[in-house]
């Protein structure tokens, strides 16, 4: 596993120093999905590589729920000068898997099948930090649902979006 110290990039909500790589699909399988979400989330495994790039941040996890945090700057900006919907579409993907992720067992894996997101306030750097969560909406053997919500600093509604997640054994 390669782990890089946490840049300037990152969103520092937390004073655990975090790192960035990925956990190897053998410890992943000693977990539990709620135990690999939380490690996430308290720095005690690595955040995914696309985190770094793009400056989020795992905060908060329980079972069939997870928030990721971010602080959209002028490197996310489209042409148009507001913040790339990729941000808000990644922080939704990765709030939403990781909430189905944190009801599995151990051996147990997902990954998204399908998503969908609406963007109902664009997002600029101005708009200041953004909150991500993800909760479980149903979750059987096979499929789990879940829906999502950005919001901004006073709790208006910025983007929202489901994900449906096939669930296997790993």
């Known amino acids: 596993m390669i782990l890089y110290p946490a840049g300037e990039e990152a969103m520092p909500s937390h004073s655990v120093k975090k790192t960035y790589g990925t956990v190897s699909a053998g410890r992943q399988k000693e977990m539990s999905g709620l135990e690999f979400v939380q490690g996430l989330a308290d720095g005690t495994l690595p955040l995914n590589t696309i985190a770094q790039t793009l400056g989020y941040d795992v905060t908060e996890a329980e079972t069939g729920r997870v ?62 930090a953004i909150r991500a969560e993800g909760t479980v909406i149903s979750r059987g053997r096979r499929v789990g649902s879940a829906e999502g919500r950005v919001t901004d600093g006073e709790g208006r509604l910025l983007v929202h979006g489901t994900t449906t997640c096939l669930i296997f054994e790993t």
């Open 67 to 128: 928030v990721v945090t971010a602080e959209p700057r002028d490197i996310h900006l489209n042409p148009a000068g507001t913040v790339h919907g990729g941000l808000a579409a990644t922080m939704l993907d990765s709030c939403m898997g990781l909430a189905i992720q944190s009801t599995l067992q151990k051996g147990v894996g997902s990954t998204t099948v399908e998503f969908k997101i609406s963007f109902v306030r664009p997002i600029t750097p101005d708009t200041g």
